[in-house]
């Protein structure tokens, strides 16, 4: 609780800073400093808090459980990684640095509501103050007619679900007759399965679908991350992109987890159109950051997994899956702002011009792609296991792993240009000491995901 | 004939399909954004109808909260169309279509 009013009053802070302080560095440093003080309240929300009675706040309106605490203070790590790796890249976008922050601080501010609300109308703020920031850092270049069209975009096709996620819960409402989460189940089960409870449930999982991009609901998702300033796409693309994923999760697992047998073939059937759709198209793109937004659709597919599973399990999965594509598309973005050419000529021989910032990308690229000792690697392994152990759809998870086959070929494309094709990529801003280090330091991380995932679990 | 809960639902789920139906067919960025909040409120209507059934008051709390986050959608969303309005002079989408390549 703690964090959702330290995230407010610090977007509040960086708004102001905007009023009174000029300078885009000294606004970035603030920025960087303001990061690491949420760090530090999330994990304070996460010490004080026991691990096994669950703090009802608000009037049950919200309910911090050890691990959505947890997932906050993971994700917001996650954006301290972020800021620090592209708080230079931010200052390039425009003119109003400090609102930007402000705005991501609005964003994690959706994020902690997502991650812990207990009711149907904190989903719905949390998922507003999620997107309606979003569409504005789309749109923040506004120079850039591709970045206008982005925003446009992106805020039709978010209001239309948004009113489709609306539809779900009030039907939900009419069935169950409450807006609570937890007491829903006990409603919805007493008696015979009521229509309205079945289309509410439909109708929510078409929602957010939009939210994370799954196919067939998936077709804004390339326009807007390669519309879309670089810089924001990346945050866009990780830790927006897990919140959606863990309120999915969370609904389906809390209200509907005895209902499964209802829902659990649709959702197999996006999970399968999702995989199919993200890795074929992605093979096609000529844009590396265009293939990154297909990549994130085939992501998507994975993280669905967790969703499918309705199981213990699931909770690591999502955890893991977030954080280690989270970090390594991150650390993948950083790479890409500071190259002035986004196809794949533009990697061509980067091994020789930078050695170090090829190496990080191929570590990044592996992780993406799945291989062991790194973080990619655990992730998929603990979403395919949550429904292994479930025990059904066994063809969904031959099927992902034929499709993670597929994925290797665009990420390596990536691995090959850099080290085995000539060239002079051109670098659009110098890369410099600190950017190396944190590279380094993320792609520590990345490695140290896929070594030792555990640590990342310990909280769950 | 007696008004029941049937009949709210049938209103409201039909002025729900013409807000998508437009939304999906229209061409008019604004038409399109008009069609979206009739969704809205279509659920506003819903909501308010279950709320007098059930004699539930969250239901109603619920629509104030809707109406807040409409209007702030519409302050974002308006001021991307002025955005994209000043640069191509047209709030027609098919200019959207320019992204894909």
Known sequence: MKAIIATTVFGVIMMFAGLWVNDKKSIAGLATFLFAALLGVTIWDLTTTSVNSPKSLFNDM??????????????????????????????????????????????????????????????????????????????????????????????????????????????????????????????????????????????????????????????????????SPTVFTAFMATVVKSAAFFAFLRLFQVSFNSLSEHWVMVLAIITAATLLVGNVTAVFQQSVKRMLAYSSIAQAGFMLFAVLAVNAVAWQGIIIYAVAYSVATIGIFAVLVKLKDYTYDGFNGLAQREPLLAFV???????????????????????????????????????????????????????????????????????????????????????????????????? | MPVNSTHYLFLSLLLFSIGVMGALMRRNAIIIFMCIELMLNAVNLLLVAFSKIYADANAQLFVFFIMVVAA????????????????????????LNRLKH
């Open chain 1, 62 to 227: 919200l309910r911090s459980e050890h691990y959505s605490l947890w997932f906050n203070t993971i994700m917001t790590g996650c954006s301290l990684l972020y800021v620090l790796l592209m708080g230079k890249e931010v200052q390039k976008v425009g003119k109003y640095v400090s609102e930007y922050f402000a705005l991501i601080f609005f964003i994690l501010c959706g994020l902690y509501l997502l991650s812990m609300y207990n009711n149907l109308l904190m989903m719905f703020i949390g998922i507003e103050i999620l997107s309606i920031p979003q569409y504005i850092l789309a749109g923040s270049d506004k120079r850039n007619l591709k970045s206008s069209e982005a925003s446009l975009k992106y805020f039709l096709m978010g209001a239309f679900s948004t009113g489709i996620l609306l539809m779900g819960i009030t039907l939900l409402y009419g069935a169950a007759r409450t807006f609570n989460i937890t007491e829903m189940v006990t409603l919805m089960h007493s008696d015979a399965l009521n229509p309205l409870a079945l289309a509410g449930i439909l109708f929510i999982m078409i929602a957010f679908s939009f939210k994370v991009s799954a196919a067939p609901m998936h077709m804004w998702t390339p326009d807007v991350y390669d519309g």
């Open chain 2, 72 to 95: 702030a959608e519409v302050a974002v969303g308006l001021a991307i169309i002025v955005m994209m309005y000043r640069k191509v002079h047209s709030v027609d989408i098919n200019i």
């Open chain 1, 361 to 460: 990308t191929t570590i990044f690229l592996f992780s993406l792609a799945g291989i062991p000792l790194t973080g990619g690697f655990m992730a998929k392994y603990y979403v395919l296991l949550a429904v292994v152990q479930q025990g059904q759809l066994m063809w969904l998870v031959i099927f992902a792993l034929l499709m993670a086959a597929i994925s290797v070929y665009y990420y390596f494309r990536v691995i090959i240009a850099m080290y085995f094709k000539a060239g002079t990529p051109e670098i659009s801003s110098p890369v410099t000491g600190g950017d190396k280090f944190m590279l380094v330091v993320t792609c520590a991380l990345v490695i140290l995901l896929g070594v030792l995932p555990q640590l990342f679990l310990t909280k769950v």
